[in-house]
């Protein structure tokens, strides 16, 4: 079973969610710790962005596992262009942890910090 946290416009109901709606699995919400930005590499487009850190806020989302995701990866990796994908621990709504790839922004696109 492949898992993928996802946090911006992959997440059910939100406008790229057609997505992973084809590749067929279930949804469980969760959160990891991180730096939330609302515009990343896509932010002409208005698409957001995380960096992970440990000691960083909650960033909320949903865990999508699915037996199918391993055929999709690589269409993903092109379509989260400007994004590294890594594994991560995420913690679910009734406290489990799992682990699951999350595409985190690359260096080069995560806007100066504020």
Avoid: K
Wanted: charged share 20%.
């Amino acid at each position: 079973m492949e898992r993928l946290f996802v946090y911006g416009t992959l997440r059910p109901g939100h406008s790229n969610a057609h997505i992973l709606d084809r590749v067929g699995g279930n949804w469980q919400a969760g959160f990891v710790s991180g730096i939330f930005y609302p515009q990343g590499c896509g932010a002409a487009a208005g698409f957001p962005g995380l960096v992970l850190d440990s000691r960083g806020p909650r960033v909320e989302g949903y865990v999508f596992s699915s037996d199918n995701l391993l055929s999709y990866w690589p269409m993903l990796d092109e379509f989260e262009d400007g994004y590294d994908r890594l594994r991560t621990e995420v913690t679910l709504e009734n406290g489990d942890t799992v682990t699951a790839y999350v595409y985190q922004l690359q260096p080069q696109c995560t806007p100066p910090r504020a």
